[in-house]
């Protein structure tokens, strides 16, 4: 998009105000070549739609304009005659090809009307030569210029690209689905877009490896240990983004404005018989709840997944063996670092479902973690039990790899057994700086550590609760290491109670095999309380029992989806917030401190 100057942008402008549709579909007038295309299926409603929610959010108050934006377009613009102001708009972006010096001008946009040549007598300065159309943009500069194409008027800067042939653009199955359902979708042309891409991974290729070359000249050791595992290691990585370029058909983001909240889909779909596929194709999805086993706090944000597909594992185990392998022929430390790698990939291969959440603190800095983490695992509890041990036993070697730097050394300390909690018997890791440093910078590492993760700074503890589940926490006390066994033997749903997070529930799809909920309330409340415990006070007020921000990550055949759904009561309190603490900042007071009629959350 950094290719769309003034020019483009002023066309687009035209197009937004003229744009219409009647039954054609515009992406049969799509030249094949395009890279990037943006489809609005309506834009009268969308524009209802629009100042629906300008009305909400108190914007149309402040920019009349949004009450109607279609119309104050088109009355700015003086278009009166010739549209259809009931359908679809495209705006596309054409490849400029190699030689072309002015990418910006491969713009094209599709305007549906009833009447071509009443649209363009419209135009300022409109003069037809033939079937082109010239004319200038509503400030009088720039020449643009216009074909009738069908039911359409396609408009451009360009005259070249008005005589690109529309061969249209056929999108695949889900990506089709995506097109008809959602209010604007951009869809990118995979095909065209991994003819670009794949030259340029080659070229990053070649140059990482000729830094790393450079750099690994100066330190002989390491490079005889280390230069294969980082070479394989960067080939892994650009080869999975060949692979993803190769196997994608089609990739889309498509939104939907509701009246209750806004929509939207991220999906990418694979070629069925390519890699990602197949991965695709292995995920099952599943319509049972998925954050279970946590305890009934309130949460930033809880997330929950069934991993216990063999696409997920296998896909892993791809990836990492070939590093795994030259990191046991890198001396022996490269052999615990191996191991620590195998651990990771056993730990997960022997995981059904993970459930995660970051609790809202409520203690005072340095007293309580800010930070509280708590996690539950189903599987085979003993295996992810052994492969976390010996995972975190590469962890310790890791960090003794490190440079060292006077008062910024971290030291790793893992113990078996080092806390029992309700009978349960708990592995315990820490991570700071060397209790044995002195001076100003260790000091001020220490201080940080502990306003994060509490008074004994960063660390967590793990353990089996019974044969199929295990537990892991981050900067928990013992009440909630508690909570989280009771929890966890119960596999009880702590986000079921919530009225919130069952309305969002609802707007994602019910099947899936991921499903996450952040609560935005919880957060901002949660900073605004600590930034007043350092005397910077953000006096702001929250409406109560606001719903949290939904994803969910689904498959539908070989496409992978993630959907969202972004509660318009949560905005219009967070835009009243905004707008409070920019009054404050101005002088004007207002707003009431956090914690006032605060959020239920999580």
Known sequence: MRYLHRTALACLLVAFALASSVKAQVLDQVPADALVVLK??????????????????????????????????????????????????????????????RPDESVLVLIPTTDY?????????????????????????????????????????????????AAGVKLAAAAGREAVAKDAILWANMPALRAKALPELQKARTEIDKSMQQKMANEPQAAQNYAPVLKTTVAQLIGLAEKFMSDSEAATLGVNLGDAGLSSTLLTEFKADSYFGKIASGVKNTDKPLISGLPERKYLMAVGASTGSKAFSQAFAEFVDPISKDLAAAGDEGKKLSAALDAFKSSFAAMDSASFGYVTPSGKVGQDAILQQVAVYKGDAKTIAASQKQALAGMAELMGLLPKQSGLELKFDFKEGAQTVDGVKLDAYTLGPDPAAQGAVAMQMRQQMQMMYGPNGAGGVMGAVDDKTYIMAQGANEKLLSELIAAAKAQQDPLAKVEGVAAVSKQLPKDRFAVGYLALDEVLTTVGAYAKQYGMPFNFQLRPNLPPIGMAASTDGSAIRVDSYVPLDLIQSVVAAAMQIEMQMRGGGGGGAPGDGGPEGL
């Open 40 to 101: 609005v299926k309506n834009l009268q409603d969308v524009s209802k739609k629009v100042a629906k929610w300008a009305e909400a959010l108190g914007l149309a108050a402040q920019v009349p304009e949004m009450a109607d934006p279609l119309a104050s377009l088109q009355e700015k613009l003086h278009i009166e005659k010739g549209l259809d102001t009931a359908g679809e708009l495209a705006i596309v972006y054409v490849d400029p090809g190699e030689n072309n010096p």
């Open 117 to 165: 040549k009443a649209l363009v007598a419209n135009m300022k300065d409109a003069q037809t030569e033939g079937e082109v159309t010239r004319f200038k943009t509503p400030e009088g500069g720039t020449d643009l210029y216009a074909v009738s194409r069908g039911k359409y008027a396609a408009v451009s800067p360009s005259k070249d690209i008005l005589g690109k042939k």
